[in-house]
Nanobody, 120 residues
Framework: QVQVQESGGGLVQPGGSLRLTCRVS????????MAWYRQAPGKQRELVAS???????KYVDSVKGRFTISTDNGQNTVFLQMNSLKLDDTGVYYC??????????????WGQGIQVTVAS
């Protein structure tokens, strides 16, 4: 069994900052890619940022220069530092990890989602 634990969401004013944390633990052989997605009300889920040892960090254009994704691979933990938050950043943020399960089969794990609300 795998646990994906997210934290750090909340309500913030425009221009403010939040830091999301996600830790993946349990029956895992390896985690290769970690990412954050978000889903705004009435919109499809979109990839916000991802990182892996092969490709480095990637961002959707709307958050470049404002968000930073980083990891503590020893703990299978990913962070998303969000600065200069805008109203359009509001949504449910989901942690995603891709890797190998104990049978060395590809696997994808998702968190339950955490609310980020940017409002004045």
């Amino acid at each position: 069994q795998v646990q994906v634990q997210e934290s750090g969401g909340g309500l913030v004013q425009p221009g403010g900052s939040l830091r999301l944390t996600c830790r993946v633990s349990g029956s895992i052989f390896a985690v290769n890619v970690m990412a954050w997605y978000r889903q705004a009300p009435g919109k499809q889920r979109e990839l916000v940022a991802s990182t892996s040892s092969n490709t480095g960090a990637k961002y959707v254009d709307s958050v470049k220069g404002r968000f930073t994704i980083s990891t503590d691979n020893g703990q299978n933990t990913v962070f998303l530092q969000m600065n200069s938050l805008k109203l359009d950043d509001t949504g449910v943020y989901y942690c995603n990890a891709e890797g190998l399960d104990p049978d060395i089969q590809r696997a994808t794990w998702w968190g339950q989602g955490i609310q980020v609300t940017v409002a004045s």
